[in-house]
């Protein structure tokens, strides 16, 4: 026996005597956050301040700049040195996935235009919310939209994969879309497209507030790529396990053994200082679970639409301006 067999034997028997635990590199890896937390906005130096550890930017904001503004924003980016990931608001409204007006040129001209660009930021996902887009229209045959949505899906996969990129069907509470308003219902449409690039991305406040059971992070494991939370009461940021039920929730994301983002999507009038709240919130949810609320909550609540904009006046919207159904 060599003298580094003996030194061998011998560190082992000390650390079975003591009851010590040895972090080897691959224990250290180990030990790193699966679970990154996001903020869903096009400010990336905010999102930075706050500390998040990823921006979710909106892809249809960056799609429709001038290559010149475009060029400046990559530049910003790189400065602030934030990551962004993730990008979600992908295809406007006036492009129509579903319906007698779908233009297949139309919607792949402005898909590779999205995933070039989506490339250059870095960009490893691309939610597929769209509700507007993908809503079916009065008296249109619901089985030819089902193969609209599947043909769809078929055509932008492999761009996608070109670039590096996987798309997540969100699936979209009622009130915002008439379509894929379920994870299962994702989750039938992923299988349908058969492809590795168009996966299944899931949000807590649709899933609450369509009273879908959570056990869906389980079932569709595999194939879940992405998330997205807020309080489901009207959309606000999570902020404590007494303002709804989170427990059921964490507890299956642990068991699935997601590793991904979780951006938070969702409304305060006080970012200051409800951002750093939450996300504390969060990371403590994803590391340690959530307790069930000690009291009565609210009902998941859909936000509140914006009013209409005035006829004499146009609004002037933010960097996080959008619509219903995204």
Not at 165 to 177: A, H
């Amino acid at each position: 026996m060599t003298n580094l067999s003996r030194r061998r034997i011998a560190f082992s028997l000390l650390v079975s005597v003591l009851g010590l635990t040895v972090l080897t590199p691959s224990s250290v890896r180990a030990a790193q956050p699966k679970i990154k937390i996001g903020y869903n906005t096009d400010d990336v130096e905010k999102a930075k301040s706050f500390g998040f550890d990823y921006a979710e930017l909106l892809v249809k904001n960056f799609t429709a700049l001038s290559d010149e503004d475009f060029a400046k924003f990559v530049q910003k980016h790189k400065a602030v040195g934030l990551p962004t990931p993730v990008g979600n608001n992908f295809i406007p409204v006036e492009l129509k996935l579903v319906g007698p007006e779908v233009d297949k040129d139309k919607q792949m001209e402005f898909v590779k235009k999205a995933f070039d660009r989506a490339q250059k930021l870095g960009m490893k996902t691309v939610v597929l919310g769209s509700g507007a887009a993908r809503k079916v229209p009065d008296g249109f045959s619901a089985d030819e939209a089902w193969s609209q949505l599947v043909d769809f899906a078929k055509r932008i996969a492999p761009e996608a994969k070109k670039r590096g990129i996987v798309v997540t069907v969100e699936p979209l509470q009622k009130g915002e879309t008439n379509t894929i308003n379920t994870a299962a219902e994702g989750l039938k449409w992923v299988q349908a497209v058969n492809h590795p690039n168009f996966q299944l991305m899931v949000d807590f406040y649709h899933l609450s507030l369509e009273k879908e059971d959570p056990a869906i992070l389980l079932t569709a494991k595999k194939n879940i790529k992405h998330l997205h939370i807020a309080n489901p009461y009207l959309r606000r940021f999570p902020m404590s396990s007494d303002e709804f039920d989170y427990s059921v929730f964490f507890a299956n994301l642990k068991k699935s053994g997601y590793q991904g983002g979780l951006t938070i999507e969702g409304k305060t009038e006080k970012l200051d200082e409800e951002a750093p709240k939450s996300l504390a919130f969060l990371r403590g949810a994803v590391a340690n679970g959530v307790k069930p609320p000690s009291g009565p909550t609210p009902p998941a609540t859909p936000a509140p639409r914006a009013p209409a904009p005035s006829p004499v006046a146009k609004p002037t919207p933010g960097p996080d301006a959008r619509k219903p159904g995204y």
